[in-house]
């Protein structure tokens, strides 16, 4: 078998070089970006520039055949049904803000309840409860074991109050657990519930098939699997698509405006008010048309592989809590130092140069129901490095021995 090439991988990315004290410990927050992925926004923009879909012009009918040509390598990429099913938005909070307004009032009613999991990022509780007084809406939280995994026998037993929607993330931003996505997904169905994921961080962990996972929506942003900012995707199956109402409105979603009332245009169109960020997704379409080309299998291994390293190297440190565990994890080594808060520790780190996200990750009500202030979260990509964690736990020990000296 060929072996995954981390230094060849990694040599893609020139934010490496131009960066070369740094080690960079931050992908949850966002990846590195490929040269091929700048090379294409940089281009569109030099070359191509033109709004789509309206033109009566061939600079804007080559637009719209790159957008629609990327709408097209994302519906692949996720093995959507067709480019229809995908919904281009500005990132995963904005899609799940989409599925909240669109949801509410029309499928969700006075007296509903949906259902969601203590490991969510805020993103995925605040868009819910902006409409949940106005439409009479409750939230149950599936909670979390004392081994700090979701409690599937609570999820089970939550599912009997019958919720009409289940939203939960694939891959915990802060534990980095990979979640039993599929067996939820049946077990929501079987309850009744339309399903929504949180593909944020399952996205850039292993290939993911929506009709296999059979979710009626699972939303993702471009930014952290090395795409752009600004651009994100709502996928939904077409029926569940169809029951949402449009969070913005204007122009291209629209059929017929009049002031005596307006039809809208079809699917994904309907969901996709004003001039879209254009660039920015037929980068997205071309970047995963890459990562869909590299060795995935490889890349997945040798991040499970560094991430087990770093568990044993940081469970030798006896001032070191550790949060998550190897094992069921994507790439996400979460920690606290006794007696210490986790920005005081983060500053040491970043003036050795290691960039790390440190406090609650947008997962207040997580870190409330582990009684923890916050804590500090290396989190890896398929292009890092163990020479960067040998230098990120040498930074550590120097960190410790600033803070709290062993006797
Ligand atoms: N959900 C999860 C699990 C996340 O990790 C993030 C990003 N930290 C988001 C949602 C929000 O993504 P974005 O800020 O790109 O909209």
Redesign the pocket.
Known sequence: PVIFNVEQFRRQFPFFAHNPDWVYLDN??TSQKPQRMLDVLHQFYLEQNSNIHRGAHLLADRATTRFEQARQQIAEFIQAPTAANIVFTS????A?NQLAFGLMGTVLQPGDRILLTALE?H??IVSWQLHCQTYGVEIDVVPLTAERQLDLAAYQQLLKRSPKLVSF?H???VLGQVLPVQQMVALAQQAGALTVI?G??GISFQPVDVQHLDCDFYVF?G??VYGPTGI?VLYGKTTALDLLRPLLGGGEMIKKVAFSGSTYADLPQRLEAGTAAIAEAIALGDVLLWLSQQDRVGMQQHKAELTLYAHQQLAALPQIELLTNASHNAGIITFNVHGEHPSDVATLLNEQCIALRSGQH?AMPLFDSMALQGALRWSLAAYTTQQELDTAIKALTNALELLCPLP
């Open positions: 949850a927050a990132g995963t909070t904005a799940l990022h993103a995925n993330c891959v915990s931003n949180d944020a961080q942003s930014h952290k994100g947008c």
